[in-house]
Every structure is written in structure tokens, then in C-alpha cells.
């Protein structure tokens, strides 16, 4: 699924959420965070030490912090998460420089969130301000929002054609990926060197090109073809997907460059300033 208010940004560290639209609550990955707060090689390691270390954190976490679902290396998993209150609490057990500016950052999401129920186009303008901080040209970004566009209309398609279930979602997206690239998405990450980063936000302006056109092709064969159900939808995506091929291998033998590429925006790796927890 890709859903921009699926993941949020704190000083270039990707943080999972998830908004519970009924109780009007934020809930973010404590994997995530505590990455972000101590840049730690193993934030999931780091979380276990920290609550033997801390037995009082260890029996809040475990009566207070749910499994909630939450997007994993391209598929749905459940995910150790905590509200804002939760998230607090955990926080004043790490000691590090960034706790105080990490409050302020989740004071601020809470609020952007309830703006963008209101007005959804903040959400893009936002998007668009993050990706100009990370240092994206103007042409890159408008490709990018122009790509999301139409993986929305693809995913809008595929809900009226009966595919309900996240799986079915990820599965259909991976067939399409793979037809074009000749690589799964998980393939197309581990080439350029990506974890639980979103892969689009690390294309080549190129290959944000070609994935639009094997979407767009999608969305027109099946609905050329009223396809419905996950059979007649996957064969659609597998076709939608060489149409792209295509046009890619025809672009590849003129220019003898490779469109698909292992280069990624991550920001350089920076020497981890925090100690570790030790037994």
C-alpha cells in the first residue's frame, strides 16, 4: 500500500504510523523510534535490553503498547506501536540529546494530522516540502506526485474490482513491478540498499516514469477488459507490466544506459553517537 500518512519523517529517520480514524489517534512503530533517538545498528535488540534494564518501562510497554498493523517490507505486519502518551513515556527512558526535539516533532504531526482531515492538499504540500528538504529537484517531486496519482486511481480500480485484502494489494503491485524491472520489489530495494524505506521515494526520476506508465497500462487493460476479482486483475497487471518492459528495453538499446539503478537519496551515513545498552 503506499499512503503517504503512512510514514513520517524526524531528521531523515522514516517512522511507521498508523491513524485509528475512530478514536482520532496516532500510532507509531517504538522500533522506529527508538532508531531514530539513538541510531542504534539494532533498534530491535536495543528495545529488548532497555526494558530488562527498566522493569518498570518493560511492564508499561507490555500492558500499554498494542500490536497494530503496519507496512513491513512491502507487506502488512503486526507492529509493536504506542500513542503519544506511550511514546512519552518510552522516550524519558532513552538518553538522548534528540528526546526533547523528538516531543516537539510528535506535538506537531498530532496536529498536522487533524489540518489535513480537514483540507487533504496539505498533506501533498507537505510531502512536497519534505522531499524539497531532502534535497529532490522541483522536476523529481512533480514526477513523483504525478506517479502517486495514478497508483491511486490503479488501487481506487482494483477496490471496485473486488480486491480487498492488503495481500491481494501487495501482490498485484509485485506483479507489475516485476514484469517491467525483471526484479520483485524487495529485489529493486535490496539493489539499492533500502530497509523499510518507501522505494518510489528513492527512484530515478526514470523509473518513477516507467512504474507510472506499467500503473497506468494496468488501469486501462482492466477496465478495457471489466476485469474483476484477483485472477483476472493479476493477468491485467502482468500485461500492464510489459507494456513498460517494453518501452524500457527499446529506451535501454538506444541510450545503452540501464534504467533500473542502485542509487538511492539516503542521507550519508553519519558516525552513531550513542552508546549502546549493555547486558
Excluded at 22 to 46: C, G, H, K, Q, R
Excluded at 85 to 113: C, M, T
Aim: aromatic share 8%.
Amino acid at each position: 500500500m503506499e499512503n503517504s500518512k503512512s510514514l513520517a519523517v524526524f531528521e531523515n529517520k522514516q517512522i511507521r504510523r498508523f491513524y485509528d480514524e475512530d478514536t482520532e489517534t496516532w500510532y507509531f512503530s517504538v522500533v522506529d523510534i527508538i532508531e531514530a533517538l539513538t541510531n542504534s545498528v539494532n533498534p530491535t535488540d536495543y528495545l529488548k535490553k532497555l526494558r530488562r534494564r527498566d522493569i518498570e518501562l518493560g511492564a508499561y510497554i507490555g500492558t500499554n503498547c498494542p500490536q497494530v498493523e503496519m507496512l513491513t517490507h512491502g507487506k502488512k505486519r503486526k507492529t509493536l506501536a504506542g500513542n503519544v502518551k506511550d511514546i512519552f513515556r518510552i522516550i524519558q527512558s532513552i538518553p538522548s540529546p534528540k528526546a526533547e526535539p523528538f516531543k516537539q516533532w510528535l506535538a506537531k504531526v498530532g496536529y498536522e494530522r487533524m489540518q489535513e482531515i480537514h483540507d487533504p492538499s496539505l498533506g501533498m504540500d507537505r510531502a512536497r516540502e519534505n522531499w524539497q528538504k531532502s534535497g529532490r529537484s522541483e522536476k523529481w517531486i512533480q514526477q513523483r506526485m504525478t506517479g502517486q496519482e495514478t497508483r491511486n486511481k490503479l488501487t481506487d480500480y482494483w477496490k471496485e474490482a473486488g480486491i480487498k485484502e492488503q495481500d491481494e494489494f501487495a501482490m498485484l503491485t509485485n506483479i507489475i513491478h516485476k514484469e517491467w524491472t525483471d526484479l520483485t520489489v524487495k529485489q529493486h530495494k535490496q539493489l539499492k540498499g533500502l530497509e523499510s524505506q518507501n522505494l518510489r521515494d528513492h527512484m530515478s526520476e526514470a523509473e518513477l516514469i516507467f512504474t507510472a506508465l506499467a500503473e497506468l497500462s494496468t488501469r486501462q487493460i482492466a477496465d478495457s477488459e471489466k476485469a474483476k476479482g484477483l485472477t483476472k486483475n493479476a493477468k491485467a497487471s502482468k500485461n500492464g507490466g510489459s507494456v513498460a518492459k517494453n518501452a524500457r528495453k527499446e529506451l535501454e538499446a538506444k541510450t545503452g544506459k540501464s534504467v533500473i539503478t542502485d542509487e538511492n537519496f539516503l542521507p550519508p551515513s553519519r558516525e552513531r553517537d550513542h552508546p549502546q545498552i549493555k547486558d
